[in-house]
């Protein structure tokens, strides 16, 4: 059995933004890091076709692109980048230790957290055909709303979320129209009212989502029904925003980290600490506030500075790198 395990300084779990920056910092300070990219190399970013607002790229650039740039740039530096899904992780004992694929056993001094988040949708077919299109479907305001500049939209959700991006689109819209399941917004109060009290969002309270209505390609409305009435009515829109919130991918660290009641990991503030020495989070995995690929990248790098002045307060032989800062 000792065999097979594999023992190492740095591992990274996920292929996002915040694990590719992490690595990118990892490997020049010489922590030589294994990356696990999971089911979904690249992570969220692939999943859509235009990022206008990373910096660097001033004329935009497709997820997909991005991310194997960001691949790229952590290999130059000799990341070790793998296939595989963490399956199990055992961090009760002075040594870290984490399985893949249910069979490989790895030792690590030090792990780096990014295995992000995930969007919930409703599950529609027509939402996820439009989704997967790239033509009118998103669960991110603050990435999309731009492409819906004086265009009529739609935004399912009741949440402190919901209305935040609610609101956030009216500022870009010619209209939005709020979807609400229940008689009330789950929101705080003081979210709800400024909803409320935004000219151009139209509130349906009691309304759910049908249909999302296309020509074949693109959004071109909504079908809703009243929960009350069964009432059917259609909304015209180019834009369908779906805000019903999101799910770490945490689950396997469950009774290993401290999480908060969602499955975020709680990091120590200003850091990417978590409650557990040599184990740190970056990227969506802890944040549920930003969630975008620029925050996840910046506390990538956290993670991989703060890891590496954990390994070399703990090892003497471990020199902090100065390539870090070259
Ligand atoms: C449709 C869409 C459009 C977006 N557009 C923008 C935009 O324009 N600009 C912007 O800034 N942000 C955008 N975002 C948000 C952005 O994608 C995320 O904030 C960012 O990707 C988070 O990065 P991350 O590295 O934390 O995690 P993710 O990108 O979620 O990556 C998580 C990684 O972890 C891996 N993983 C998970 N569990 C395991 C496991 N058990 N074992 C191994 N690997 C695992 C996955 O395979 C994946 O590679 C968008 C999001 C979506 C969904």
Redesign the pocket.
């Known amino acids: 059995m000792s065999d097979t395990i594999e023992k190492i300084k740095c591992l990274i ?7 590719y920056t992490a690595a990118i910092y990892a490997a020049r300070a010489n922590m030589k890091p294994v990356l ?10 692939t ?2 076709n ?5 910096p660097g790229y001033p004329e935009g650039i497709t ?1 997909p692109e991005m991310m194997m740039e960001l691949q790229k740039q952590a290999e130059r530096f000799e990341t070790d980048v793998r296939d ?4 199990k992780v055992d961090f009760s004992g002075d040594v870290h230790k984490v399985w893949v694929n249910e069979t490989k056993e790895i030792h690590c001094d030090t792990v780096i957290i ?6 919930k949708y409703l599950g529609l077919d027509s939402e996820q055909k439009y989704l997967k299109l790239g033509g009118g479907v ?3 305001a ?3 709303g731009f492409f819906y500049r004086n265009q009529e939209v739609v935004i399912v959700g009741a949440g402190d979320s919901a209305c935040e991006e609610a609101h956030y689109l009216s500022k870009l819209c010619k209209k939005v129209t709020m979807l609400v399941r229940r008689d009330e917004f789950r929101a705080s109060k003081i979210m709800a009212a400024r909803v409320k009290n935004t000219e151009n969002i139209e509130i349906l309270f009691n309304t759910e989502t049908d249909e999302v209505l296309g020509d074949g390609q693109v959004v071109t409305g909504v079908r809703v029904f009243n929960n009350q009435t069964n009432e059917k009515h259609e909304i015209p829109a180019t834009g369908f925003f779906v805000a019903i919130g999101h799910k770490p ?1 945490t689950d ?1 660290f469950k009774g290993f980290l401290e999480l908060d009641e969602t499955g975020y990991i709680v990091n120590v503030p200003g850091t990417s600490k978590t409650n557990i020495e040599g184990v740190f989070v ?4 802890a ?1 549920h506030v930003y ?6 990248a910046g506390t ?1 790098c956290m993670a991989a500075l703060d890891a590496e002045r954990w390994l070399a307060a703990k090892d003497s032989t471990f020199e902090v790198s100065t390539s870090t800062y070259n």
């Open positions: 779990i996920g292929s996002g933004p915040a694990g696990y990219q999971g089911t979904q190399p690249g992570g969220q970013l999943t859509t235009e990022v206008e607002n990373f997820g595989g899904w963490v399956t990014s295995t992000g988040a995930s969007a998103s669960a991110c603050v990435c999309d991918n396997i970056s990227g969506d995995a944040d969630r975008q690929a620029v925050t996840a990538g």
